[in-house]
T-cell receptor
Framework: EADIYQTPRYLVIGTGKKITLECSQTMGHDKMYWYQQDPGMELHLIHYSYGVNSTEKGDLSSESTVSRIRTEHFPLTLESARPSHTSQYLC???????????????FGPGTRLLVL | KNQVEQSPQSLIILEGKNCTLQCNYTVSPFSNLRWYKQDTGRGPVSLTIMTFSENTKSNGRYTATLDADTKQSSLHITASQLSDSASYICVVSDRGSTLGRLYFGRGTQLTVWP
């Protein structure tokens, strides 16, 4: 079981509200990621970070923002939630060892967001 | 276009039976291929990883195969258990370095019935 945590696990919120999804890991990993996953669909990378004060946008355009002030913490914020933001959000981290086998990403349990 | 296609989309089998899940990819260059298991309401967990030179790798009742020439991989589950019910996701990386990008399949939803 990976030591990566996400809160809340479920969130139902009204349109226009500001929300922050929390993600923390205790493995000391430098690299962290946020993915969006709709039912029956593939994971889409929306943000990633290679370390403190490093954040980059992923492949899927997202209206969310992230910050990385501490190694263990990588929160995702939606300033104004909309129904189109309804989805599952998965946080992951890796040690970025860069071997031939690449890197194993360890995923959190996810946050299921419903915007009414 | 780099893509990962999985089949079947869903599969129902009886407990104790074997099954095989397929993954075809067009990712190039190719570095490695992973199979993840995702239980309902949970994050994916890595089952196996295979590099270009590997043909077969086992993890308990899970056996993954890779044919880098035809760009196909399979995940064989032996003597299925109820706890095997999950989505199985194929993930291909185009480089082994920290710059590698991951391409995700949509997964095969496996249901094991008693």
């Amino acid at each position: 079981e990976a030591d990566i945590y996400q809160t809340p696990r479920y969130l139902v919120i009204g349109t226009g509200k500001k929300i922050t999804l929390e993600c923390s890991q205790t493995m000391g990993h430098d690299k962290m990621y946020w993915y969006q996953q709709d039912p029956g669909m593939e994971l889409h990378l929306i943000h990633y970070s290679y370390g403190v004060n490093s954040t980059e946008k992923g492949d899927l355009s997202s209206e969310s923002t992230v910050s990385r002030i501490r190694t263990e913490h990588f929160p995702l914020t939606l300033e104004s939630a909309r129904p189109s933001h309804t989805s599952q959000y998965l946080c992951a981290s890796s040690d970025g060892s860069g071997t031939d086998e690449g890197e194993t990403q360890y995923f959190g349990p996810g946050t299921r967001l419903l915007v009414l | 276009k780099n893509q990962v296609e999985q089949s079947p989309q869903s599969l129902i089998i009886l407990e104790g039976k074997n099954c095989t899940l397929q993954c075809n990819y067009t990712v190039s260059p190719f570095s490695n291929l992973r199979w993840y298991k995702q239980d309902t309401g949970r994050g994916p967990v890595s089952l196996t990883i295979m590099t270009f030179s590997e043909n077969t790798k086992s993890n308990g009742r899970y056996t993954a195969t890779l044919d880098a020439d035809t760009k196909q991989s399979s995940l064989h589950i032996t003597a299925s258990q109820l706890s095997d019910s999950a989505s199985y996701i194929c993930v291909v990386s185009d480089r082994g370095s920290t710059l590698g990008r991951l391409y995700f399949g949509r997964g095969t939803q496996l249901t094991v019935w008693p």
